[in-house]
């Protein structure tokens, strides 16, 4: 109801509802604490009497997001159009300039993890998470991993690798070393992994 009418007072919600204003109150604060929706002032017409002004809830950006869109279909048809205009190179070349922004702040983010690409991976699994990765870093006897939980981009990159061979160079470049992908969430994994070998000692 918020979607489709873009805001709405409790007791309208109420009333169209057939639940008690408590019922929808309670279910207002559960969406607030989330952050799904958010009440503001409800604009009135003419002068306002007494009393306090009506609160009207307003769905978030965050709330929106929780219905369906068409992103991905839309950015599968302009990859298609690039390929078709320009040729698979074209498609590299954007997919590397995607991931270029996300190289510069995670280098960023990295500025005081040292030389050691397992402590260089644990500082970018951080700087993966807090732009949406859900990634971690672990050490194992043959090297160390770097997981990614998410993928914003999967189900465009099941169809164009060239943006997980992108971030695959961009994980080798801040890491330092050569890296492995074993598994993407684009290719159905359940968990983008990527290898890093150990460095030997010269």
Do not use: N, W
């Not at 990859?79 to 702040?105: I, K, M, P």
């Amino acid at each position: 109801m918020l979607l489709e009418d873009g805001g709405a007072t409790a007791t309208h919600l109420s009333e169209r509802l057939g639940l008690t204003p408590a019922a929808v109150r309670r279910h207002l604060d559960a969406l607030l604490a989330e952050g799904a929706v958010e009440s503001r002032e409800k604009p009135g017409r003419g002068p306002r009497g007494r009393g306090r002004p009506a609160k009207e809830f307003v769905l978030t950006d965050a709330g929106r997001q929780t219905f369906p869109h068409m992103y991905d279909d839309l950015a599968a048809e302009v990859l298609r159009f690039l390929a078709r205009l320009h040729g698979q190179d074209a498609v590299a070349t954007f997919a590397a300039e995607r991931v270029r922004v996300l190289e510069e702040r995670c280098r960023s983010a990295m500025a005081d993890a040292g030389d050691d690409p397992l402590a260089r991976a644990e500082a970018l699994a951080g700087a993966l998470s807090a732009e949406g990765y859900a990634a971690s870093a672990s050490a194992l006897a043959g090297g160390g991993q770097l997981c990614q939980h998410h993928c914003p981009v999967a189900q465009v990159a099941a169809e164009f690798p060239q943006l997980c061979e992108a971030e695959t160079a961009v994980i080798s470049r801040l890491l330092g070393s050569h890296v492995q992908r074993l598994a993407t969430i684009a290719h159905g994994d359940g968990v983008c992994t990527t290898h890093i070998p150990v460095r030997k000692a010269v």
